[in-house]
């Protein structure tokens, strides 16, 4: 995310990851489904190919794509209650306690509560959703998230018809995300929010893991948002509360740039941003001389999710 202020973000150095902590319940859950090394993800993941039948698949990508190497993924990162340079989140955010953690769900629901993370998961059958994920600062990569439908959670707790949006909210917790106590440059904590049937579209999952291991924490642990054909900042980590309301949720970045960061947020390469266009991307992990890809309206997912924008005009709601 680049700042509407005149202070730029430094540029990334990939560094080398140190080995981080895996959570047991989320690791028993994938061992069940045997997704526990992450070699295989160094490969071309093609959703035809038999070797991948055994895996569950949430999405299955109509043609083969090919997965960032899981380094760039895990060192490449937008976190900004530790750090805004994105090689400095993989080393901060390790200090932050993940395990325990309970998720409140609340607002317009038949069952609020506050539940333990492990206790939701058990309900919930985890799957690989391979997705595009494009960041509003023009930069791509694909990523094989572990993850569950986001539906298939809220469908647990019974929202009711007054529940038209859902927010999302991160850990507030200034002892280990520094920049909470330092830095006003987006309110704390981050909030974001969908529109319900956005919330309830099977292409968006919470994500517990990727490239068949736990999140890491720098990447969103325990829990995520994912929302293909949205800029990566719809994306909220470390989740702490989901809650059902009447009204559009403030984001933390509408708030802080309403002219530059929408709501909506889709991916579309004919509406730019005001100080840069969105038509191309640079896609993580391809050579210096690689060309830019072509950005898609809907990130490539028109086809699944146009139909939720088909009476709006997409520049004014951006
Ligand atoms: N969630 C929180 N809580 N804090 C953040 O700074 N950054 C967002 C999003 N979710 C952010 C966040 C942005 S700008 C992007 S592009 C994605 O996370 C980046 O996800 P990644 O770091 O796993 O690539």
Request: charged share 20%; net charge positive.
């Amino acid at each position: 995310m680049i700042i509407k202020t005149h202070k730029s973000i430094p540029s990334s150095e990939i560094t080398e990851q140190s080995v981080f902590n895996q959570r047991r319940q989320i690791i028993k859950a994938m061992l069940a489904m045997g997704l526990t090394g992450s070699g295989a993800y160094s490969r071309i993941v093609d959703a035809n190919d038999t070797k991948w039948q055994g895996i569950s698949k949430g999405y299955q990508p109509k043609a083969p794509l090919t997965a960032t190497p899981s380094d760039i993924v895990k060192n490449h990162t937008n976190y900004y209650e530790f750090s805004f340079n994105k090689s400095d989140s993989t080393s901060l955010a390790q200090v932050l306690p993940t395990d325990p953690w309970s998720v409140e769900i609340t607002g317009e629901v038949e069952k609020p509560g506050v539940y333990h993370l492990e206790d939701l998961l058990s309900q919930q059958s985890l799957q690989e959703y391979i997705y595009r994920f494009r960041c509003v600062e023009a930069w791509s990569m694909v990523v094989p998230w572990v993850g569950f439908s986001l539906a298939n959670l809220l469908k647990t707790v019974k929202p009711l018809s007054s529940a038209r949006f859902v927010k999302f909210t991160t850990l507030f917790d200034p002892s280990h995300m520094p920049n909470q106590k330092d830095n006003n440059m987006l309110q704390w904590p981050y909030v974001e929010g969908l529109r319900i049937d956005e919330a309830m579209h099977p292409l968006t999952i919470l994500a517990t893991g990727m490239y068949g291991e736990a999140l890491p924490k720098q990447n969103g642990a325990p829990l995520r948002l994912v929302v293909p054909w949205k800029y990566g900042f719809k994306s909220i980590k470390a989740i702490v509360k989901i809650e059902l309301v009447k009204n559009p949720p403030l984001s933390s970045w509408s708030k802080s740039g309403p002219g530059e960061y929408g709501f909506y947020a889709n991916v579309n390469p004919e509406v730019p941003h005001p100080r840069w266009s969105q038509s191309s991307e640079r896609v993580l992990g391809a050579g210096f001389f690689t060309p830019r890809r072509k950005t898609e309206l809907f990130n490539g997912y028109a086809e699944e999710v146009a139909s939720l924008y088909s009476d709006m005009d997409l520049r004014h709601f951006f």
